[in-house]
């Protein structure tokens, strides 16, 4: 698998997409732990690195 790169910041497109209709979430906290918030309504989720690396689909910004 390529090692995809990410910041603080960064909006990335998941493989699923968030039941309000958009798959664009904003990184807003790097570690062991990620903490994603959706871009469209603002709901804050934070999943396992490892997870976060299997459902990412592509960085866009």
């Given at each position: 698998?390529e ?6 910041g ?6 699923k ?5 958009t ?6 906290r ?8 959706c ?6 989720v934070?999943i396992p690195?490892?997870?976060?690396n ?8």
């Amino acid at each position: 698998m390529e090692n995809k790169e990410y910041g603080l910041g960064t909006i990335v497109e998941m493989k699923k997409a968030h039941p309000c209709g958009t798959n664009e979430w904003e990184i807003i906290r790097l570690g062991a732990d990620i903490k994603i918030k959706c871009v469209n309504c603002g709901r804050v989720v934070m999943i396992p690195r490892i997870e976060f690396n299997k459902k990412l689909k592509k960085v866009l910004k």
